[in-house]
T-cell receptor
Framework: DTEVTQTPKHLVMGMTNKKSLKCEQH?????MYWYKQKAKKPPELMFV???????INESVPSRFSPECPNSSLLNLHLHALQPEDSALYLC?????????????FGSGTQLSVL | DAKTTQPTSMDCAEGRAANLPCNHS???????VYWYRQIHSQGPQYIIH???NNETNEMASLIITEDRKSSTLILPHATLRDTAVYYC??????????????FGTGTRLKVLA
């Protein structure tokens, strides 16, 4: 199994809603990542978890709250988002070391904030 | 973090080799060069990576200059399905086990029939 699964594929939410994005991998990877991608722009790194601990936070606003319940799961909790937060949210995972270290991406969650 | 510079867009005729350049003049000795591509809002797909030596796999070849300040991704026989945005990434190690993949602006490759 070389897949990273993201749910939901599409999400529409109001500015007062609370929602969560989910990401799952069963490749035994120990690093997991959240990226945000606006239309026609490259993916922007948001968070990195390594061995279930948050190791990188790229100065992301607190209305985005990541969680890594175990080595296979990564969540992104959303609260009080703004319309400019509408984007494709990508999850990725990697082995966290070794010559063959590389990112595996999910297909993303397309988020619209109304 | 080492910065990458790529041309904004390129065209390539179907069946010909596509050569995509990347400049990474501030790369450090322990930083790998990675290439990913993204087809129309799907998740980016890994293509190839290398440190110093040239690399080849079933998808592409990676040529890294001796001074490591630039590299070229080669798709030997481009097809219409290779139309995508291609990203060159220089990957530093932050701490042991933590890696930071920062995407540059990428090259939009269009393969023409």
């Amino acid at each position: 199994d070389t897949e990273v699964t993201q749910t939901p594929k599409h999400l529409v939410m109001g500015m007062t809603n609370k929602k969560s994005l989910k990401c799952e991998q069963h490749m035994g990877h120990r690093a997991m990542y959240w990226y945000k991608q606006k239309a026609k722009k490259p993916p922007e790194l948001m968070f990195v978890y390594s061995y279930e601990k948050l190791s990188i936070n790229e100065s992301v606003p607190s209305r985005f709250s990541p969680e890594c319940p175990n080595s296979s799961l990564l969540n992104l909790h959303l609260h009080a988002l703004q319309p400019e937060d509408s984007a494709l949210y990508l999850c990725a995972s990697s082995r966290s070391g070794g010559r063959d270290e590389k990112l595996f991406f999910g297909s993303g969650t397309q988020l619209s904030v109304l | 973090d080492a910065k990458t510079t790529q041309p904004t867009s390129m065209d390539c005729a179907e069946g010909r080799a596509a050569n995509l350049p990347c400049n990474h003049s501030t790369i450090s000795g322990n930083e790998y060069v990675y290439w990913y591509r993204q087809i129309h809002s799907q998740g980016p797909q890994y293509i190839i990576h290398g440190l110093k030596n040239n690399e080849t796999n079933e998808m592409a070849s990676l040529i890294i200059t001796e001074d490591r300040k630039s590299s070229t991704l080669i798709l030997p026989h481009a097809t219409l399905r290779d139309t995508a945005v291609y990203y060159c990434i220089v990957r530093p190690v932050i701490t042991s086990g933590t890696y930071k993949y920062i995407f540059g602006t990428g090259t939009r490759l269009k393969v023409l029939a």
